[in-house]
């Protein structure tokens, strides 16, 4: 029998203690469950926002999902609703692509986006367009910017940051993987270097460095 996450999400201290968020949210996936005859085992965030990926049972989840399929024990995550899991189409195009990769599936019931299906793959193929469209056309905005400004005499120095939960990501995939197996599971969750590029083992291990030492 299919098995599936169900990640469970609540931004306030309060919506936790009420359990009314979290009790809606789980009643919703149970329904969606029981008409595939899925079996479900629940990760639950409690007091979280979605502003990134960094949250403690959200990780555990990916983590247990990242196993290669003969040995994983479960078979995708299911959110009642996509905000649930982010709010930005960037992480969301990423962890599509990580399931993808690694085949498991998603499936944000709100939406419509079950990656168990056909017509699902179509809808999260369909996103994963959109985040890409959007990169691309903030790319040009930025260096159409850079270049009037060059224009005009302006110095346009290039300031390169990590944002802080690709770093955090980075280091908890090393402790427990090689330094290409960490590479390659951030390329399929859609992070880049600060620079933009793709990850390489040459770059988790100098990025490593500079995080531990900091």
């Known amino acids: 029998m299919t098995t599936m996450i169900g990640y469970l999400r609540v931004s306030t201290e309060e919506q936790a203690s009420s359990g009314l968020g979290l009790d809606a949210q789980r009643d919703t996936i149970q329904r969606y469950a029981d008409a595939h005859g ?10 979280l926002s979605a502003k990134s990926l960094d949250r403690p049972q959200l990780q555990a989840a990916l983590t247990r999902l990242h196993v290669p399929p003969k040995r994983r024990d479960v078979d995708g995550i299911v959110v009642a ?13 990423g962890i599509l692509k990580r399931a993808a990769a690694r085949k498991w599936a998603v499936v944000a019931i709100d939406l419509g986006v079950d990656t168990s299906t056909p017509t699902g793959k179509l809808v999260a193929n369909v996103m994963m367009s959109v985040a890409e469209w959007e990169r691309e056309v903030i790319g040009e905005r930025t260096s159409a910017a850079m270049q009037a400004a060059k224009r005009a005499g302006k110095h346009m120095g290039r300031v390169s940051v990590l944002p802080e939960a690709t770093g955090a990501r980075l280091l908890a995939l090393r402790a427990a993987h090689t330094l290409a197996a960490t590479a390659d599971t951030l390329n399929a969750e859609g992070l880049t270097t600060a620079t933009g590029k793709p990850w390489t083992g040459n770059a988790v291990a100098k990025v490593q460095q500079r995080l531990s030492a900091a």
């Open 38 to 47: 899925w079996d479900m085992v629940w990760y639950v965030d409690e007091g």
């Open 81 to 93: 609703k996509l905000d649930r899991l982010s709010r930005s189409v960037h992480d969301f195009s």
